[in-house]
């Protein structure tokens, strides 16, 4: 069949598990050919047709709630549900999400970016659905890598306790982003390797295998729930959270996994289901990546595969910083880094590879990973911690309360600051400023070049005084050969342009220095552009110095808690009566899109810039 012609999975009752399988194969090849057009999760969605379409033959949704644990793994559960015709355009503005999205259709339950949260979301929606008396199944897919994580365990202690029935899908694949750590990995492990594995799923097999009815299934079930219990699960950290398990069950054997489901179904309390997949299955390259490099993809070619890029002269920021960091490892043998899975996104691979004793991957658990951060400060040691800017919303009381209250001398990378793309509202990186800015002791950096941000590592280990925070974009920036080894006096801004003959100042900080400054030369303004490098502390200086011209602060963030907001804060305090002019977020969330059109969008792109210039110079010429 074709598979854009898909409306809704009512058609998938009337086939066959032979031909639901076949169906499988051809949205397995379907996705391969859009998601390489157009780029998008793709591993994650490979690994979970075959059970996505299992879900939702034996389970009957929108009335069943299904949830998929992040959302990423989506995409088969929107071709299902008749979004095929718009994977021309996945992620792209005015088109699909690559999440889960409420707003986009009744089977769209949940909506996340963030890994972990689907769990306690179920349970209270299994919590509300018995509350209103009414009569549907809540099915919660949640990865092996997420499961690990502070706020699933959180919600599985609460749901062993709770009368409120949830389904929970364990989808096994062995990896997060790239490969899984912790001492659950090592469980789970155990699970799909020992004999009690073997021996569990042969039973499992043998019981199920019988029942043709729903009371004979139901019998099979009870006796083989008693021999996974005996055999398998007397240490199991599920019987722990006093939760009934089923599996290990093959991912991609159609057969098991109705039959699986169709028991889960039939159960009156929770119960978890142990699926094995395989991340990337139907494309060799993906099935064999254990570094996350087809977790998230651009458009690539089928036939060849992601070829490594080729920048001799531009770098990432990622790599910028993990490359200096690395450089300073060699002679400082007190810096450690650590990363809450995010080596390779990160750029810390060869970091970790060359030294392996003092860089700690702990796995999806931002919180953690703050707080160890502290403790190692306290031991004597610098931390360095890589954490996305969207992810870092996660710690902010660990960062607040363990690292910023002992005032620790630390470095956090906010990696994939400002907008990040086609993601979406989930994961953009505007909130981190507004956060940060409210607690003591933390300093904030933003450099605008690879020597900027060299002298400010330098600067953070020198002084080792405070909790330092330097935030950087997913852009690319020109690569130099030489390195820094020069510090920056704490809270003092840059004029890249100055003329004290100039009536307006454009206040920027980070990529948008570049821009400001290309602008203003280009087109021959009487401008003065400021660096604001330190967005905490400001430079009160160079705020007095500028405060009677009309001055345009150009920020990728939100508005309030921006830079802008502190700047006006400062010149009402001091009774200055300063004209400003603010660029930025307003007070709503950010769609997907690629960033280009998102800027023009917010009102923020290159040339809004130079048209409020403008207008504000002949505003000013006027007065």
């Not at 950010?590 to 048209?611: F, N, S």
């Amino acid at each position: 069949m074709n598979i854009e012609d898909i409306k809704d999975p009512s058609f998938l009752k009337q086939l066959n598990n032979s031909e639901l399988q076949e169906l499988s194969d051809d949205i397995r090849q379907f996705l391969m050919k859009s998601v390489s057009k157009t780029g998008g999760h793709f591993s994650s969605n490979l690994g979970i047709v075959e059970l996505t379409v299992a879900m939702h033959y034996v389970f009957d949704a929108p009335k069943d709630k299904i949830i998929f644990d992040v959302g990423h793994q989506s995409y088969v559960h929107k071709i299902l549900t008749g979004r095929a015709k718009d994977f021309k355009r996945l992620r792209q503005f005015g088109s699909i999400s690559g999440f889960q999205k409420r707003a986009e259709s009744e089977y769209d339950t949940w909506e996340a970016g963030h890994s972990s949260t689907a769990l306690s979301g179920a349970i209270g929606i299994a919590t509300a659905r018995d509350l209103n008396h009414e009569d549907f199944n809540v099915i919660c897919v949640v990865g092996d890598a997420a499961i690990m994580s502070g706020e699933s365990f959180e919600a599985l202690n609460y749901l062993g306790s709770s009368k409120h029935k949830v389904i929970v899908i364990l989808n096994d694949n062995n990896m997060s982003i790239s490969k899984n750590v912790g001492g659950l990995s090592t469980i789970l492990s155990d699970f799909r390797t020992s004999r009690q594995y073997k021996d569990a799923k042969d039973n499992y097999r043998s019981f199920t295998s019988r029942s043709k009815t729903g009371q004979r299934l139901y019998d099979a079930t009870r006796r083989m729930k008693e021999i996974v219990k005996d055999r398998m699960l007397a240490d199991s950290p599920f019987k722990q959270f006093n939760m009934d398990y089923l599996g290990p069950v093959d991912g991609h054997n159609m057969d098991e996994l109705i039959r699986a489901l169709e028991t889960a179904k039939e159960l009156d309390h929770s119960v978890i289901l142990h699926v094995l997949t395989v991340k990337g299955k139907g494309y060799p390259l993906a099935e064999q990546d254990k570094l996350g490099v087809y977790h998230g993809v651009p458009p690539f070619d089928l036939s060849k595969g992601i070829m490594p890029p080729v920048h001799k002269k531009h770098q990432t920021w990622s790599q910028c910083i993990s490359t200096y960091i690395e450089l300073l490892m060699k002679d400082h043998q007190d810096i450690c880094v650590i990363t809450p899975a995010m080596m390779s996104g990160s750029a810390l691979t060869d970091i970790f590879r060359h030294y392996p004793d003092r860089s700690f991957d702990v796995g999806i658990a931002e919180e953690h990973a703050m707080t160890f951060a502290a403790g190692l400060s306290v031991g004597g040691k610098f931390p360095f911690l890589s954490v996305y800017s969207s992810f870092s919303q996660r710690a902010y009381d660990q960062l607040n309360h363990d690292i910023a209250r002992m005032d620790l001398p630390c470095l956090i990378g906010i990696d994939r600051c400002d907008l990040v793309g086609n993601d979406g509202s989930t994961h953009h990186g505007v909130f981190d400023i507004s956060y940060m800015l409210a607690i003591p002791h933390v300093i904030i950096m933003a450099p605008h070049n690879q020597y900027e941000a060299e002298r400010m590592i330098n600067t953070a280990y020198q002084n080792h005084d405070h909790p330092y925070v330097i935030r950087y974009s997913k852009n690319k920036i020109h690569k130099h050969v030489k390195h820094a080894s020069e510090t920056l006096e704490v809270g003092t801004w840059d004029a890249i342009i100055y003329d004290s003959k100039n009536t307006v100042s454009v206040v920027v900080y980070g990529d948008r220095v570049k821009v400001a400054k290309n602008i203003v030369e280009t087109h021959h303004l009487p401008v003065n552009v400021i660096n604001a490098r330190f967005i905490k502390p400001m430079d009160e200086k160079m705020l007095d110095l500028i405060r009677n011209t009309h001055i345009i602060t150009y920020e990728h963030v939100m508005l309030a808690g921006s830079l802008a907001s502190e700047m006006a804060l400062y010149y009402e305090r001091k009774e200055m009566n300063t004209k400003m002019t603010m660029m930025a977020i307003g007070d709503h969330y950010v769609t997907h899109g690629d960033v280009p059109t998102l800027l023009k969008v917010e009102g923020l792109a290159p040339e809004d810039l130079l048209e409020t210039i403008k207008e504000v110079l002949n505003e000013e010429r006027k007065s």
